[in-house]
């Protein structure tokens, strides 16, 4: 009785439109895995940072005083993102357009919305990156490996015909090996899929948690903008 074949020998033997499959899904599978480490730390630390500088924005610290702190951190090689960059950008166009004269409360307020508008497209481009890929190893590679499956049975039946005996025997490693490509294919699949699914997830949550932001601050610029508007009329 012969020895069963390993999946380490069936690839061997597999043939070079197969391995060349095989090589391509495990590449993808690796890719896609470094991605989903890299989403796992990059939203988990997005929402400590959300976390931690709501507790600071809402604790009735100074805006002028919050925005120093990020400015220090800044020089000291801190990259600020998330909320406190929303807030950076919103404050910053908001104190320039205050020192303009005869600038009207609203263009103060609206000129704020936008900077942070723009600084929430950098922040959604930042959390969303690597997705598109996660969602093409998902959808593509059942694909890629039904292709290898479906080429390397070809090959088997091909040397079937030439064959003296046609066996089940004779055939039965040729189509093992080309199964393997599909398992393979889902292999990478199934983990890409359920990654993007959940970071997709995450991701519009954090996005709706800025937006809810943008808009709370930029409520609060308008009663500011208006006091000082009463203010320097008095």
């Given at each position: 009785?012969?020895?069963?074949?390993?999946?380490?020998?069936?690839?061997?033997?597999?043939?070079?439109?197969?391995?060349?499959?095989?090589?391509?899904?495990?590449?993808?599978s690796?890719?896609?895995?470094?991605?989903?480490?890299?989403?796992?730390?990059?939203?988990?630390?997005?929402?400590?940072?959300?976390?931690?500088?709501?507790?600071?924005?809402?604790?009735?610290?100074?805006?002028?005083?919050l925005?120093?702190?990020?400015?220090?951190?800044?020089?000291?090689?801190?990259?600020?993102?998330?909320?406190?960059?929303?807030?950076?950008?919103?404050?910053k166009?908001?104190?320039?357009?205050?020192?303009?004269?005869?600038?009207?409360?609203?263009?103060?307020?609206?000129?704020?919305?936008?900077?942070?508008?723009?600084?929430?497209?950098?922040?959604?481009?930042?959390?969303?990156?690597?997705?598109?890929?996660?969602a093409?190893?998902?959808?593509?590679?059942?694909?890629?490996?039904?292709?290898?499956?479906?080429?390397?049975?070809?090959?088997?039946?091909?040397?079937?015909a030439?064959?003296?005996?046609a066996?089940?025997?004779?055939?039965?490693?040729?189509?093992?090996?080309?199964?393997?490509?599909?398992?393979?294919?889902?292999?990478?699949?199934?983990?890409?899929?359920?990654?993007?699914?959940?970071?997709?997830?995450?991701?519009?949550?954090?996005?709706?948690?800025?937006?809810?932001?943008?808009?709370?601050?930029?409520?609060?610029?308008?009663?500011?903008?208006?006091?000082?508007?009463?203010?320097?009329?008095?």
């Amino acid at each position: 009785m012969t020895d069963e074949l390993s999946v380490i020998e069936l690839i061997l033997g597999a043939s070079l439109t197969v391995k060349f499959v095989m090589a391509t899904l495990v590449a993808a599978s690796v890719t896609s895995w470094f991605m989903i480490v890299q989403r796992v730390i990059i939203l988990g630390r997005a929402n400590e940072e959300l976390l931690d500088f709501e507790d600071r924005f809402w604790s009735g610290m100074d805006l002028a005083q919050l925005y120093r702190e990020g400015s220090d951190a800044i020089e000291e090689g801190v990259d600020i993102t998330g909320g406190e960059a929303l807030f950076r950008a919103g404050f910053k166009e908001f104190s320039k357009l205050s020192r303009q004269p005869n600038m009207d409360a609203e263009a103060m307020v609206e000129g704020s919305r936008r900077a942070m508008r723009v600084a929430l497209m950098r922040e959604s481009d930042r959390l969303e990156r690597h997705l598109p890929f996660l969602a093409s190893v998902g959808s593509t590679s059942p694909y890629i490996g039904l292709f290898g499956t479906v080429w390397g049975i070809m090959h088997s039946f091909r040397g079937l015909a030439t064959s003296s005996q046609a066996t089940l025997a004779a055939v039965a490693p040729g189509i093992s090996e080309a199964l393997i490509a599909t398992a393979m294919g889902l292999f990478a699949a199934i983990p890409a899929v359920l990654a993007y699914n959940r970071f997709a997830a995450k991701a519009d949550a954090l996005l709706n948690r800025y937006e809810s932001f943008v808009d709370e601050f930029s409520g609060l610029l308008q009663r500011q903008s208006y006091a000082q508007k009463r203010g320097n009329s008095q």
